[in-house]
């Protein structure tokens, strides 16, 4: 199992590299960049392009030598402004060249400093990187209450109306988008339309500081209701049809007709035997379900709620172009994924020793 583990982790280190080539290029090749970003703060626009075009349908309509020349000299200022700009955040080198440099940075997680925030990356990323792992922590541990008990009852009640009523239910919930479930939401319980139940946006009150220990966590929970709601409706169809079926599997082997035979209660032989053995595979396949919730569900949800998670500043770094932030985001999900997965076959081998990864490589 050491060998295994190991070369797990090497061969993290191609995979994150791919990764990051792959979006580095692409993100790269996209129009615009921090530059236009930054001129067109400075310009006081909101959009670079429509200030773009309405500078060029000045020109066409200008005549006067006196304008062309203001014009050239204003296109030759901006030039230079563009080269001090690129040379200060720099993106003055090839760009083969600023790949290998954030490579090799990276090895040492030198993720280097935002182009807008003023802060290091390392320092957003600690910062922000725990409301979306609670957000994530939460939504699975919820979706674990609720899916084993009911995938318990469907294996028990297979075939039965509340089988095929609850299937529909749960088949329904998976095909909704989080994002239109977290939309229905908030215009339910938070906008007022129908009920102002919850708050619209934030992770906490404006008064946070000043309320007790016991306050805080009630307005923390507050908070995260909807959101937590919002992400937990993508993974209910796949645990509960899991829990079902492992079930299933588990009452129909030998043993339990067994135990049923020596004349022991259907719940003791249904939480006494089945229930233990049913579960491990199960329980072994949460650390897939967290990252699984938190990469499907972060990003939109985040924003949706402006929940100042790493997904919502991937999300703001996208927009404004702030490569290390977005590079530095990217580079921690895909190690936390990586991570994550290998926990799962560790999980796997742990309740069920049958399970050999090192057979299977050689």
Not at 40 to 62: D, K
Not at 119 to 128: D, P
Not at 143 to 158: E, F, H, N, Q, S
Not at 292 to 311: D, K, V
Request: net charge neutral; aromatic share 10%.
């Amino acid at each position: 199992m050491f060998a295994y583990i190991v070369r797990r982790l090497l061969l993290m280190v191609p995979t994150v590299v791919g990764i990051l080539v792959i979006n580095f290029v692409v993100i790269n090749m996209a129009p615009g960049g921090p530059i236009d970003n930054i001129i067109a703060q400075m310009r006081g626009g909101p959009s670079l392009g429509e200030r773009t075009g309405a500078a060029e349908g000045r020109e066409v309509q200008s005549s006067t030598p006196e304008q062309g020349r203001d014009s050239r000299a204003a296109r030759g200022l901006e030039k230079e402004l563009r080269e001090k700009l690129a040379k200060q955040l720099g993106l003055d080198k090839p760009i083969g060249e600023r790949l290998v440099l954030m490579l090799r940075n990276y090895l040492t997680f030198d993720l280097g400093d935002s182009f807008f925030k003023g802060k290091n990356v390392v320092e957003l990323v600690i910062e922000r990187l725990p409301v979306s792992l609670s957000l994530g922590l939460w939504a699975t541990l919820l979706t674990y209450l609720v899916c084993i008990p009911l995938g318990i009852m469907k294996a028990v009640r297979d075939g039965s109306r509340f089988d095929v009523w609850s299937s529909g239910a749960v088949i329904l919930g998976y095909a909704i988008p989080s994002f239109l479930f977290a939309l229905l939401l908030i215009i339910v319980f938070s906008t007022g339309t129908v009920v102002k139940w919850f708050p619209l946006r934030g992770l906490t009150s404006d008064n946070f500081a000043d309320l007790s220990t016991g306050q805080q966590i009630v307005d923390y929970f507050w908070h995260m209701a909807l959101p937590i709601v919002a992400m937990m409706i993508g993974g209910f169809a796949t645990l509960t049809i899991l829990t079902k079926n492992s079930f299933l599997d588990e009452i129909r082997k030998q043993y339990v007709i067994t135990a049923r035979a020596k004349g022991l209660s259907e719940r003791r032989v249904l939480y006494g035997h089945v229930f233990r053995n049913a579960m491990l595979i199960v329980i072994a396949g949460f650390p897939a379900a967290f990252i699984g919730i938190l990469f499907s569900g972060s990003l939109l949800i985040e924003t949706m709620f402006s929940l100042e998670g790493l997904g919502l500043l991937s999300f703001e770094a996208a927009l404004g172009r702030d490569y290390p932030v977005l590079f530095g985001a990217l580079y921690v999900f895909s190690l936390i994924g990586l991570l994550i997965h290998l926990v799962t076959d560790l999980m796997y081998v742990l309740v069920d020793p049958r399970i050999d990864f090192e057979a299977r490589a050689g």
